[in-house]
Nanobody
Framework: QVQLVESGGGLVQAGASLRLSCAAS????????VGWFRQAPGKEREFVATISRSGGGTYYTDSVKGRFTISRDNAKNTMYLQMNSLKLEDTAVYYCAASAAQGITIRDYTYDYWGQGTQVTVSS
């Protein structure tokens, strides 16, 4: 079992930055690829970014490339999502997730553990 707890969400104006954190406990954090997903009101959950076990590989959805950066600190059992130049359409509940699958995966059904989510609201 892996327990994941997100933090760092909030209400910000468009163009601002936020950094989300995801703290993991339980089994060895470095054994899992981890990622961020988000769900906006009335929409399906969507993939945002993922990072490999070592942190050497990352992948982003097109809409956040160049604005968001995913990283991890295996010594601290923590993953981060630095979000810059936030847009109104980034408003959503953000979830972190851990996957035991090999390599990097963007499909939510390949993720085994999920956090409770943290709300990010971007206002104009």
């Amino acid at each position: 079992q892996v327990q994941l707890v997100e933090s760092g969400g909030g209400l910000v104006q468009a163009g601002a930055s936020l950094r989300l954190s995801c703290a993991a406990s339980g089994r060895t954090f470095s054994s899992y690829a981890v990622g961020w997903f988000r769900q906006a009101p009335g929409k399906e959950r969507e993939f945002v970014a993922t990072i490999s076990r070592s942190g050497g590989g990352t992948y982003y959805t097109d809409s956040v490339k160049g604005r968001f950066t995913i990283s991890r600190d295996n010594a601290k059992n923590t993953m981060y999502l630095q979000m810059n130049s936030l847009k109104l359409e980034d408003t959503a509940v953000y979830y972190c997730a851990a996957s035991a699958a090999q390599g990097i995966t963007i499909r939510d059904y390949t993720y085994d553990y999920w956090g409770q989510g943290t709300q990010v609201t971007v206002s104009s």
